[in-house]
């Protein structure tokens, strides 16, 4: 990947364990993911392995925030609150329904300190195997639910 200023970043591709991703513990092996997912803006974040899964990651420097549990809607919300520049903003929740309040209040008030910039607003689910596994719409509609990895 050539980033901005001709400076080329790779990025090593390995398959995560199926029971540490099941059991939610793999948000810092996808934190780069989301951050290229997001267009690779500013420093790329990282987690220390020394340090615990946040309920809310959101970085200096870059576009994007990660929800982590979605009981602190409102401490999101607040730190929101007048900050520009961003343009994505995920929600780790399997509650389809609840994410579509949730994702209308998350554009109310970033698009108040961003009003040129539509804030995507995306839904991960807690079992990050099914937002990352290859083909998981026509293994879904096959019946299949078994997965041997997933990449990262």
């Known amino acids: 990947m050539k980033l901005r200023g001709g400076v080329n970043r790779y990025f090593k591709l390995d398959f995560l364990e199926r029971e ?3 059991l939610r513990r793999a948000f810092r092996e996808i934190l780069p993911l989301l951050w290229l997912k ?3 803006v500013g420093p790329r974040p990282e987690l220390k392995s020394v ?8 970085p200096e420097g ?5 929800l982590l549990d979605e009981t602190r809607m409102g401490r999101l919300l607040k730190s929101l609150e007048g900050r520009t520049g961003l343009s994505q903003v995920f929600i780790v929740t399997d509650a389809d329904e609840s ?4 994702a209308q209040d998350v554009r109310e008030v970033a698009g108040k ?21 290859i083909n ?16 990262a």
Not at 51 to 58: R, W
Not at 114 to 133: G, I, K, T
């Open 62 to 66: 870059s576009n994007f925030v990660v």
């Open 38 to 40: 997001a267009g690779a």
């Open 51 to 58: 340090e615990p899964e946040p309920v809310l990651f959101a």
């Open 99 to 102: 994410f579509k309040t949730m």
């Open 136 to 151: 998981k719409n026509q293994d879904r509609a096959a019946g299949h639910t078994d997965t041997q990895g997933v990449r």
């Open 113 to 133: 300190a961003n009003p040129s910039l539509a804030v995507a607003v995306v839904q991960l689910y807690r079992d990050y195997l099914l937002n990352f596994m």
């Open 20 to 22: 540490r991703v099941s």
